[in-house]
């Protein structure tokens, strides 16, 4: 691996994650329009407090910790950044489902990653049943951005060094493969 900082940058940075990236535009331009999707505009100021709370959400009530992996099935939305944003704060792998595959290919997918969570939408939740058949113990749910989590402990939080994605190829054969992500790429 190539190394990007000196030695005297590196600790300070290694303990950062890409969601520094809205915490640090939310303090010098919290009004500004951060997302704006179907209308809706999210500020800086907004979305960190999203983030946040979302953070609490898988932290605190779903238990979720650094390395856990979490899908979202749905299209692209708003609720999707706020999940990326809030795994890669704590050290979560997002694992973004394709819609247009078919329920066998999601459920091999799911089940491959070792999901823990399932974020969707509403648009899929029909599919739902037969997407998670047979995963045992996998948590199906909406994003929640009122987290009533009273956070006792101190949350583990995610490095700039962790994976964040693990995006599923097509090939032309055998089963799909995940490539991983980390924060850094």
């Known amino acids: 691996m190539t190394k990007m900082l000196p030695d005297s940058m590196e600790s300070s940075v ?26 809706r505009e999210t500020t800086y100021g907004e979305l960190r407090k999203k983030i946040a709370s979302q953070s609490e959400y898988l932290s605190g009530e779903l238990g979720l910790k650094r390395g856990d992996r979490i899908a979202w099935y749905g ?29 066998d290919e999601l459920n ?24 998670t058949r047979e995963l045992d113990g996998i948590v199906q749910t909406r994003i929640n951005l009122k987290s009533s989590a009273q956070t006792t402990q101190q949350m583990e939080l995610g490095r700039i060094t962790d994976p964040l994605l693990l995006v599923y190829t097509s090939g032309t054969t055998g089963r799909p493969k995940g490539a991983v992500i980390t924060q850094q790429a």
Do not use: C
């Open 14 to 39: 290694e303990a950062q994650t890409i969601d520094t990236w809205i915490t640090g535009h939310a303090e010098f331009t919290p009004h500004k329009a951060a997302l704006i999707f179907n209308g």
């Open 75 to 103: 299209k692209n939305s708003d609720e999707q950044i706020i999940l990326l944003f809030a795994a890669a704060r704590l050290g979560l792998m997002l694992v973004p489902l394709n819609w247009r595959l078919a329920a």
């Open 108 to 131: 091999y997918v799911l089940s491959d990653a070792g999901v823990r969570v399932l974020f969707h939408d509403t648009t899929f939740e029909a599919d739902l049943p037969r997407v």
